[in-house]
């Protein structure tokens, strides 16, 4: 059985809620329109001024619809301190205006201008989510030490000489090997320098139109030997090292007593 | 994350203030326009 407050319930609230999205909607829509036509006077001033030749009214009545103008477009950006530079720029509009345009005291003009900088406030400080700036896309990480060494790699690999084929793989485990522990870079630098060079001509050469040399089979091997011969040293290195540290420790385990 | 300014007169509610500051803009620009309009 329904009750009267839930029939009612079931048909204001829906209602209600939809006009409340509708109104927000259309004030989020027309938020800061209102500041220009605070300046209505100024286009009819404007006219007289024109008429009568006063260029410092002319600006004064330019600048007063011009800065609200502006204002409106700060306001409607939304962003942090928006609301905040928005009613410096109203501010400035009417001290302008005042000053200028209504030939007023210095001083009147300045508590216009406060004046109009409170009213701004007031109007809008908390009317609009302001939002933090997007921020800038961050610039693209440094090129590694490796990155050089892999787009000479990559270039030789899409030379497609079929005999370079094996060395560049081997050479691909290399940067793969290093890539995975840098501090063993400094080991294998000049070793990626020399064949990459020497890989780089023989390629040069090829694409030329070159004859391959009976020799060139053999060295295409020492350097497959080459490469493959430096990540099993630079794994020995990473073997002995390890095997010192165990030693290490075992003779402190002994020491200490625990073994 | 987006936040509310909250930081002029927050206590006071929120129609006193909206109706305080169009007043208090009409009475600063729109009579500073006024003036350069009339004087």
């Known amino acids: ?28 829509g027309t938020r800061g329109l209102l500041l220009p036509l605070f300046t209505w006077p100024l286009l009819f001033d404007l006219v007289v001024e024109v008429v009568q030749g006063d260029s410092r009214g002319v600006v004064a009545a330019l600048l007063g619809l011009g800065l609200p103008l502006l204002a409106v477009r700060q306001l409607r950006r939304g962003r942090v301190g928006d609301t905040a530079r928005a009613a410096v720029l109203m501010a400035v509009a009417t001290g302008l205006v005042a000053l200028l345009g209504g030939k007023l005291s210095p001083l009147i003009a300045l508590m216009l201008a406060g004046g109009a900088w409170l009213g701004t406030r007031l109007l809008y400080d908390g009317a609009v989510q302001e939002v ?15 990155a050089e060494s892999e787009a000479r790699l990559a270039r030789l690999r899409e030379v497609g000489e079929a005999r370079l084929a094996p060395v560049l793989v081997s050479m691909a485990a290399v940067l793969e090997d290093l890539s995975a522990r840098p501090e063993r870079l400094p080991l294998a630098r000049r070793f990626l320098t020399v064949h990459l060079d020497g890989l780089e001509r023989i390629a040069d050469r090829l694409a030329a139109g070159a004859e391959p040399p009976e020799g060139l089979n053999q060295l295409l091997l020492d350097l497959q030997g080459a490469a493959e011969g430096l990540i099993a040293r630079l794994r020995a290195e990473e073997s002995a090292a390890l095997d010192i540290q165990v030693k290490v420790l075992a003779d402190r385990l002994r020491q200490e007593g625990y073994a | 994350m987006p936040r509310i300014d909250k930081t002029l ?31």
């Open chain 1, 132 to 146: 933090e700036p997007p921020a800038a896309p961050a610039p693209p990480p440094p090129p590694g030490p490796l």
């Open chain 1, 1 to 28: 059985m329904l009750r009267p407050e839930d029939l009612r319930s079931r048909h204001t609230e829906p209602l209600r809620v939809k006009l409340e999205a509708r109104f927000s909607r259309f004030r989020a």
């Open chain 2, 9 to 39: 007169l927050a206590t006071l509610p929120v129609p006193f203030r909206r109706l305080a500051g169009l007043w208090l803009l009409g009475l600063t620009l729109w009579l500073a326009s006024a003036v350069a309009l009339f004087r």
